[in-house]
């Protein structure tokens, strides 16, 4: 039998094309392996999202280059692809860096890797087409064993690309413009999830509610709608959405953290900063003000809501005034938890061209004040929960013997004691400690509701405590 080993980098979505690549040479007679030695092919799938992410790649390719050097000693044909956003953006640049990669296929031409691995076995080959030639109607559904291999919480693509253009950003250009796939074909997939045990699916794209696919009734759904659907399906108890733009978040998707039991508590929604003149700055069409009036719809419809977003500093020309919006803001706000990452210009991108870039020294002094407010914030809002019971989804063995692991509803981790072999129920927890990275708990002694949608228990929202 041969073997893969696929290494994702960066984003969910390239965890969701990692899995669909696997289930394409699944079909070739490819079985998964779990470590680079050894494997007949390699498969890296790359992020471009900042400059590290890239370097991490050409780091990752020499050590790749090495092991098909001495497997070839041994008589072993090694072949090494990348995939995703670094082939999307670099191309024939990749091969000319390193001679020992055989194939490099950006992500909306994964589907056509059977023959691309054939052609490279002959010559080195690139495919970076972007135009979506439907890519989704052409993956093989995944086995019902390699989706149970994978767990009961899944991802699953509905949308691809960005129409948005911030002006920091990559995405527009390596994954290209906005695309929704059908409904049809999402809720194939779902049902199918679902039927191998998925009861928790995140739904996503990078601009994930500007999703207007067409519908089982042949008009164009929005993301709401879509949900809606998707809570119908049997076994599916949990359902988010990620990655979202502000300006997307219509009244229905609003309306649906309200109505809907199945979908979670839990809303990541990147704000990238808090001043107006660097919002403005980066094209994001929107204002602080704007984003704080949307939290408060957002918090009417679901008080309990677990707000998340992602903040960049040290985008050029930002000075301490605006850096300091950008506290207040996290300090109002009360985020459960959030990613911050420091300005990397990204070529071909407007803001690469700007020549106001901040000194590294300030950046690194500017991320560490934002790190140590975000982590206040997301200790308060764990801390919120202790004495609290809530229902968590157990996942996994857990670190210890005797230990599960599971996820509360607002996606914070959660390890309880039980010697009942319970992976996959709902049960309500008792949470006793809050750790640093994961909440500790009990099984609540009450007659629990497995399998129930019953109300949950809201934490207090920690940004009312902080603002008192
Ligand atoms: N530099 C730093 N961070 C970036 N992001 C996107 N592009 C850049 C960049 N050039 C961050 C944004 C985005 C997240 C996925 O990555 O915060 O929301
Ligand atoms: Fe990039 Fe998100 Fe902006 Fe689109 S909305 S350009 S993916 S940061």
Redesign the pocket.
């Known amino acids: 039998m041969k073997t893969v080993h696929i290494k994702s980098f960066g984003?969910q979505m390239n965890v969701y094309d990692g899995q669909r690549m696997a289930d394409i040479l699944g079909e070739q007679g490819y079985a998964e392996t779990p470590t680079p030695e050894g494997a007949d092919l390699i498969l890296l799938n790359t992020c471009h999202?900042?400059e590290r992410a890239v370097q991490k790649v050409y780091t990752e390719l020499g050590k790749l280059r090495d092991i098909k050097t001495a497997q070839l000693a041994n008589g072993q044909h090694t072949r090494i692809v990348v995939a995703g956003c670094v082939a999307q953006a670099e191309g024939a640049e990749i091969q000319r860096r390193q001679p020992a990669v055989d194939l490099v296929v950006g992500p909306q031409a994964y589907h056509r890797l059977p023959e691309l691995l054939e052609q490279a076995q002959r010559r080195r080959t690139i495919d970076t087409d972007l135009p979506i030639d439907d890519k989704f109607g052409h993956l093989p559904a995944p086995k019902p064993a390699a989706i149970r291999a994978r767990g009961i919480s899944a991802f699953v693509t509905v949308q691809e690309g960005c129409d948005k253009f911030?002006a920091?950003?990559?995405?527009p250009y390596t994954r290209g413009a906005e695309f929704s796939r059908p409904v049809a074909q999402i809720m194939t997939e779902i049902e199918r999830l679902a039927a191998s045990g998925v009861q928790d699916v995140t739904l996503i794209g990078q601009n994930v509610n500007a999703y207007h696919g067409e519908g089982q009734d042949g008009r164009v759904w929005g993301l709401a709608r879509l949900m809606h659907r998707v809570a119908e399906v049997p076994g599916i108890a949990r359902i988010r959405y990620s990655?979202s733009h502000p300006n997307d978040m219509d009244e229905d998707l609003i309306a649906a953290h309200r109505d809907l039991p199945q979908v979670m508590p839990f809303l990541h929604l990147?704000v990238?900063a808090g001043s107006d003149r660097m919002l403005a700055a980066m094209n994001r069409k929107h204002t602080a003000d704007d984003y704080r009036r949307l939290i408060e719809r957002v918090r009417t419809a679901r008080p309990d809501i677990a707000l998340s977003s992602?903040?960049?500093v040290g985008f050029p020309g930002e000075s301490d005034a605006d850096f300091e919006e950008t506290i207040r803001l996290v300090d109002e706000i009360g985020f459960a938890s959030s990613?911050s990452?420091?300005?990397?210009?990204?070529p071909g991108?407007p803001?690469a061209d700007l020549h106001t870039q901040v000194p590294a020294a300030l950046m690194d002094e500017r991320l560490q004040r934002l790190q140590a407010r975000i982590e206040h914030h997301r200790q308060a809002f764990n801390h919120a929960l202790v004495g609290r019971t809530v229902e968590v989804l157990l996942e996994r063995v857990g670190r210890h013997p005797g230990q599960l692991a599971g996820k509360t509803p607002y996606l914070q981790a959660v390890q309880i004691e039980t010697e009942a072999n319970q992976i996959g129920d709902r049960v309500q927890v008792v949470i006793e400690r809050a750790g640093s990275n994961s909440l500790f708990g009990r099984k609540a002694e009450v007659p629990d509701s497995v399998g129930g949608d019953g109300p949950l228990t809201a934490p207090q929202t920690p940004s009312k405590e902080l603002a008192a």
């Open positions: 984003c999202i900042r911030c920091f950003c990559v995405v990655t990147p990238q992602d903040f960049i990613y990452f420091k300005y990397s210009p990204r991108t803001a």
